[in-house]
């Protein structure tokens, strides 16, 4: 049945009175701004929950949701409030082994004392680099050999000082022995090379041998803790092998590295606490299935240690593999955020790695709109307002917020969750309003305006391409065998709609209907699909009487650049019709829809902008009246136009109607109805469906006589 909407149908009204408040300032005053609720996620609320709980091994969390959807914040805010009153890991501190250096002693120090050790062996150092000199210069000059009281001196004082270290740092905190080993091994490794501090070359080269060697024992603080509150909640924006495992940092003049070079990476940090990556961040190149991050990762959750390695000791350079330090145990929640793509991509080529993640926190990108939903949304920008210093919002300007939120969904029965891309229009309206005044409806709408300007740059030179007539595309008139279809164009930062001319050319013969976009293999499956499920609509219509007997060629007049998505069957069977039966079509009216093998009429995306693409295009020609859209019955409750298309219907200057069936439009298109068939399969003549048989029942004719002379 063909409908005609009204204006009223063409958005949703929703009364500022209802929302219980004048400005969003009343909101805090009421308690009503606590966004630590999840708006309308209470699914991945209850799924990250248990995932906090769940501390056995792998139990680590997929977070899949897109962006603005509050997926990052929330999981994080949630990690943050629940390890707040964990107590802070342990440093991690390198020392030198003297009898193995390449595996260096590691110590496990309360948080803070990592540093406080670091200072006092440093202090150790630069104390005697100075005194170790003095004491040798106290042999006689005649003594050719160490000199009893010298090293006796030595060994007093570098024993004094490692004493005064292990009271201040180690009470309670590591095994004695360990110390011992170490600070004995520091002895006597100072002893056995005192010559180094009464060589005879010059000064400076002197100083530079002494610190290198003295320098081994300061301390390596490879993890520091210090001032940490709670357990750490660590997010990696931009992981690399060094970022996420640590290394070993070459120097300067040759590869050559030491234990002082050992350094910790996210994964250290997060130790006891909580890491978050993004998926698509570690996936890796997706062309040769490489993912080296994903398969280190994989390893790491797997044997729950890490070992610190350089990224090239994998290529084999020995100079890169003198370290060899103890694995490291972690015991940490990992979280990856991911869109729906790349989860499903690690699913399809990384399924082993998934399971480790047997919590899944998916969140909702839109949620049945209600009075309570509503509210929460107008109490999170209430705290968006008073946390970054806006004016706040009237309920007028909040009720016209939540209308963005259902035409971005574009749903009235539903509104976007994609929360995070209010923010900025909240900021850009804000600065738009007086000082001491609320933001109100006036500043959402420029604020709207504005961020349409900046986006419509792509959309305007289509349009003026139509306008100078390089684009031919006429939306007054009536013309056979041509209909406007509309396309949906995304540009990423944009998306809107364009009209496109669709003709249809037919004559006798066997060939059926060529698609020309696809012969040039310009179109993609969904539209092939499409047109398959046309031709056998058309060919069942008229299989008792006129079986089709025809060559008929369709294609998007100057479309170059592919055509995808099924949105168009409806308006191509029209032009199809159209030259089968020789009656003309109304070019200012502009369909789309979807068609199923029966005829009934199928919901499409985009058509907000579809709608908008062809008024827009009618009102720059000039609107008279006869212009509008033909679209399915099935996208009414999609249907969110901004006022000025609302305003003309309601001024009779533009029009939409609905479909249930594909033939419900031809009426509106022709002006003649479809027609029905008899018992025998045969229609009125009077109708669009009696002249297309009239037709291909000549084209059968001339066909058999065509294929008798030449047989």
């Known amino acids: ?37 999840w708006i309308g996620q209470e699914r991945a609320f209850a799924a990250a929950s248990l995932g906090l709980r769940m501390q056995h091994p792998g139990y680590h969390m997929l977070v899949i949701g897109e962006p603005g959807s509050g997926r990052i914040s929330l999981v994080r805010k949630m990690m943050e409030q629940a390890l707040a009153e964990k107590p802070a890991p342990a440093d991690l501190v390198y020392l030198l082994n003297v009898q193995l250096p390449e595996k260096p002693i590691l110590l496990r120090l309360k948080a803070g004392r990592g540093s406080e050790l670091r200072h006092l062996l440093e202090q150790f150092v630069r104390k005697h680099l100075r005194i170790i000199p003095a004491l040798l210069q106290r042999r006689p000059s005649t003594e050719t050999g160490s000199g009893a009281g010298g090293e006796a001196s030595l060994k007093a004082s570098l024993e004094q000082e490692l004493g005064r270290i292990r009271q201040q740092i180690l009470p309670g905190l590591l095994e004695p022995e360990v110390f011992e080993r170490w600070s004995a091994g520091l002895v006597q490794e100072v002893l056995d090379h005192i010559e180094l501090f009464s ?58 590295a030491d234990f002082m070079r050992l350094k910790a990476g996210n994964l250290l940090r997060a130790n006891g606490g909580v890491l978050i990556l993004h998926l698509e961040d570690i996936l890796g190149d997706r062309q040769d299935g490489s993912s080296p991050l994903l398969e280190k990762l994989g390893r790491v959750l797997r044997n729950r240690k890490l070992q610190i390695e350089d990224a090239g000791s994998a290529s084999g350079n020995a100079a890169l593999n003198t370290l060899m330090p103890e694995a490291l145990p972690l015991d940490f929640k990992l979280i990856l955020v991911a869109s729906r793509d790349d989860y499903y991509y690690l699913h399809e080529q990384h399924a082993d790695f998934l399971q480790y993640f047997r919590i899944k926190v998916e969140f909702a990108d839109s949620v049945k709109a209600t009075p309570d939903i509503y509210r929460q949304i107008a109490g999170y920008i209430a705290h968006h307002a008073d946390g970054n210093g806006l004016p706040h919002f009237s309920a007028p300007a909040v009720a016209r917020l939540l209308q963005v939120l259902h035409e971005w969904e574009e749903d009235k029965c539903r509104v976007s969750l994609a929360l995070g891309r209010l923010l900025p229009l909240l900021q850009e309206a804000a600065a738009l309003t007086q000082p001491g005044n609320p933001t109100g409806v006036a500043e959402v709408e420029q604020a709207l305006a504005a961020t349409r300007q900046r986006h419509d740059y792509a959309e305007e030179q289509i349009r003026d391409s139509i306008l100078d007539g390089e684009l031919k595309i006429a939306v007054t008139g009536r013309q056979v065998g041509r209909i406007n279809g509309l396309t949906h164009i995304d540009m990423g930062d944009a998306a809107f709609g364009s009209p496109v001319q669709i003709s249809a050319r037919c004559h006798p013969g066997r060939q059926g209907i060529i698609n020309i976009d696809r012969e040039v293999k310009l179109t993609g499956p969904q539209h092939d699909k499409g047109m398959f499920i046309l031709q056998h609509w058309l060919a069942a219509m008229f299989v008792q009487q006129a079986p089709l007997s025809l060559n008929a060629s369709l294609v998007f007049e100057q479309e170059y650049h592919g055509v995808e998505g099924d949105s168009a069957s409806c308006a191509e069977l029209y032009a199809l019709l159209s030259s089968l039966s020789g009656l003309p079509l109304a070019q200012g009216i502009a369909v789309t829809g979807a068609m199923n093998q029966h005829g009934d009429v199928l919901p499409i995306g985009g058509i907000n902008e579809k709608i908008e693409g062809h008024f827009r295009l009618c009102e720059k020609l000039g609107l008279n009246g006869q212009q509008g859209v033909l679209l399915p019955a099935s996208n009414l409750r999609h249907v969110l136009l901004h006022r000025d298309i609302i305003l003309a219907m309601a001024e009779g200057k533009f029009h939409l109607y609905t479909m249930e069936h594909v033939l419900d439009g031809i009426a509106l298109l022709t002006g003649l109805p479809a027609g029905s068939a008899d018992k025998e399969g045969a229609y009125p003549a009077d109708t669009v469906l009696g002249h297309v048989q009239r037709s291909l029942r000549a084209y059968q004719d001339i066909y058999r006589r065509n294929h008798y002379h030449t047989g």
């Not at 204006?7 to 308690?31: K, M, R, V």
């Not at 520091?224 to 970022?243: F, M, Q, T």
């Open 199 to 256: 060589t005879t070359a010059n000064h400076q080269e002197a100083d530079d041998m002494q610190d290198a060697f003295l320098g081994r024992f300061r301390a390596n603080l490879l993890l520091s803790n210090d001032g940490l509150s709670g357990s750490p909640v660590i997010y990696d924006a931009d992981p690399s092998h060094a970022s996420l495992f640590g290394g070993v940092e070459a120097m300067a003049d040759h590869h050559f």
């Open 1 to 37: 049945m063909l409908s005609k909407l009204t204006p009223q149908q063409l958005n949703i009204s929703i009364d500022p009175q209802s929302l219980g408040f004048d400005t969003t300032a009343e909101l805090l005053l009421h308690g009503q701004h606590d966004v630590a609720q």
